[in-house]
């Protein structure tokens, strides 16, 4: 199913930087919108969990062990 969106009142620099970037890609200006929404999205559903964005700037490979909690560690957390 093919589904559209009309866009008003667009800045005329925006239409001129996107018609730039469409021609750069040798792509529509149609299609170069359809890329920047995908890679939106693409980026926005698949955010790290915060143990994962800890683990990248603070893991192994940084000189710190990371061991999740043991089950008594967390409950105790939970109790205070």
Partial sequence: ???SITVRN???GDKSWLRREARR???SMEEFVRLLIREKRTKTERRPKPSEAFARHFGAEHGVNLQPPSAAQLQ???NS
């Fill in 1 to 3: 199913m093919s589904s």
């Fill in 10 to 12: 667009i800045d005329p």
């Fill in 25 to 27: 890609l040798g792509v």
């Fill in 76 to 78: 105790a957390a939970r």
